[in-house]
């Protein structure tokens, strides 16, 4: 069982700056992708950005590209997400997912453990 808790969120104005912490706690399988997904009002959840505890390649959406940043820390089951000149597109609620099982990065069902979620609002 693994456990997700997921800090940083808060409301900011177009062109600022939010770091999201995602922290894993129990026992992670050997495959440590992590992912942060988002999901706003009346949208789908997206994936927009994964990496590997470990090594292993890292993964961003388009969308945020230039702007987000993913990192990690192993020692501390720690994945982080620096989110630059904030949009108000970027508004949403934040999840981070873990425990990738198969298929693409990017779409919810490849992963088993889901966080509460930390909502995030950019005001223009």
């Known amino acids: 069982q693994v456990q997700l808790v997921e800090s940083g969120g808060g409301s900011v104005q177009a062109g600022g700056f939010l770091r999201l912490s995602c922290t894993a706690s129990g026992y992670m399988s050997s495959n440590k992708r992590m992912a942060w997904f988002r999901q706003a009002p009346g949208k789908e959840r997206e994936g927009i950005a994964s990496?590997?505890?470990?090594?292993?390649?890292?993964y961003l959406a388009d969308s945020v590209k230039g702007r987000f940043t993913i990192s990690q820390d192993s020692t501390k089951k720690l994945v982080t997400l620096e989110m630059n000149n904030l949009k108000s597109e970027d508004t949403a609620m934040y999840y981070c997912?873990?425990?990738?099982?198969?298929?693409?990065?990017?779409?919810?069902?490849?992963?088993?453990?889901w966080g509460q979620g930390t909502q995030v609002t950019v005001s223009s």
């Open positions: 997912a873990a425990e990738f099982q198969s298929g693409s990065w990017d779409l919810p069902r490849s992963y088993h453990y």
């Open positions: 990496i590997n505890i470990g090594v292993g390649p890292t």
